[in-house]
Nanobody, 115 residues
Framework: QVHVVESGGGSVQAGGSLRLSCVDS????????MGWYRQGPGNQRELVAA???????IYVEDAKGRFTISRDNAKKAVYLQMNSLKPEDTAVYYC?????????WGQGTRVTVSS
């Protein structure tokens, strides 16, 4: 069963921006801490940012100041605004609960940043 659907990826040049979206089909979305993860070529999947409706957002160091995670509980959606993109941001981006649940992964959305 697919819980989340990600979209918004694409190809951009370094310095560009993209906004990723993730829509959740579950019924308890507002209670969940949601995260954006990414898996670059040859790398393990890693957390990029996470957000909770009460305690706010956390970011990995590389994302601080460039990425902004937000959510809309009414739409059961979580977003990732990515600015000042670098070639090393190239990856497939996924959303999932935080911590991630093995049955909650979507198909991801691919982001390619060229130099």
């Amino acid at each position: 069963q697919v819980h989340v659907v990600e979209s918004g990826g694409g190809s951009v040049q370094a310095g560009g921006s993209l906004r990723l979206s993730c829509v959740d089909s579950g019924t308890t979305f507002s209670l969940l801490t949601m995260g954006w993860y990414r898996q670059g070529p040859g790398n393990q999947r890693e957390l990029v940012a996470a957000i909770n409706s009460v305690s706010g957002a956390i970011y990995v160091e590389d994302a601080k100041g460039r990425f902004t995670i937000s959510r809309d509980n009414a739409k059961k959606a979580v977003y990732l605004q990515m600015n000042s993109l670098k070639p090393e941001d190239t990856a497939v981006y996924y959303c999932n609960m935080y911590p991630a649940h093995r049955d909650y992964w979507g198909q991801g959305t691919r982001v390619t940043v060229s130099s």
